[in-house]
């Protein structure tokens, strides 16, 4: 018999896995633009690439982690279509987003 | 021992550009005999992956400003400007996916016909960007070989 659902996990991440790779594009952005943002994360580990990385992959874990256990433990519920469309949309779109900047402004 | 580091971080994203293509064909074709393959190869991904960011972020951080160095005063400054700029903040992207796939990748893919079609969208993911990091990184060597040429 066919089960299409998706897992707790595997929603929970999906989304997080979308708003890490926003998240990533927008603090390029961010600290491309403003050299205090670019100091404090030079700052906080001794090299902006660090910081940046830390963040993005605790960002993906932590949001993760709690969407999973949103609703008592039950999880985010998002259609197939939504996730499956969200995801691929939106790694493409942080993608375009980072060449797109270093390619018109920096 | 620079060199050394440089060509593992580029051999490990190889691998695991690989491992996730063997992903992809074993997910269209997901069954019952290779189900147990393509989860341990949906882990080896993120492993391989993990280890060579580790090594090209050590490289990138230590060693890597003395190449940087060469190409903006060569005749490629857009090695370093434009490719590496994205190279460092997309390859992220790539490691989350990784990350990821495991996590898609432990779902009956026989039965669930979303867990599968996400599958194949993660690993395709991986390994178009993947290709795009191994493009970049040519780039960046092409611009420190186009500096020291130029000197």
């Known amino acids: 018999m066919e089960n299409s659902r998706f897992s707790n996990n595997a929603t929970a991440f999906g989304i997080s896995l979308v708003v890490a790779s926003i998240a990533n594009a927008l603090l390029v952005a961010a600290k491309e633009k403003s050299p205090k943002v670019l100091a404090f994360m030079k700052g906080l580990t001794g090299h902006h690439w660090i910081t940046h990385c830390t963040v993005i992959v605790l960002l993906f874990v932590i949001f993760g982690w709690v969407l999973s256990r949103a609703n008592g433990g039950k999880g985010i519920h998002v259609t197939p279509a939504t996730l499956i469309g969200t995801i691929v949309g939106g790694v493409i779109l942080s993608a375009i987003v980072i060449v797109g900047f270093y390619l018109i402004v920096g | ?151």
């Open chain 2, 1 to 151: 021992m620079k060199e050394i580091l440089l060509m593992t971080h580029v051999m490990l994203g190889v691998l695991s550009i690989l491992a996730s293509l063997w992903v992809f064909v074993d997910a269209l074709n997901a069954s019952e005999v290779n189900l147990a393959r393509i989860r341990l190869l949906s882990r080896f991904v993120p492993v391989v992956m993990t280890v060579g960011f580790l090594i090209a972020g050590y490289w990138y951080v230590n060693l890597y400003p003395a190449d940087k160095a060469i190409i903006l005063k060569g005749p490629w400054p857009f090695a370093h400007d434009f490719f590496m700029e994205t190279k460092e903040h997309l390859v992220l992207m790539l490691l989350l996916l990784t990350a990821y796939l495991p996590i898609v990748a432990s779902a009956d893919l026989v039965l669930n016909r979303n867990a599968r079609k996400l599958t194949l969208c993660v690993s395709a993911l991986i390994v178009l960007t993947g290709l795009v990091m191994e493009g970049e990184g040519g780039v960046i060597s092409m611009g420190v070989r186009m500096g020291l040429l130029a000197h």
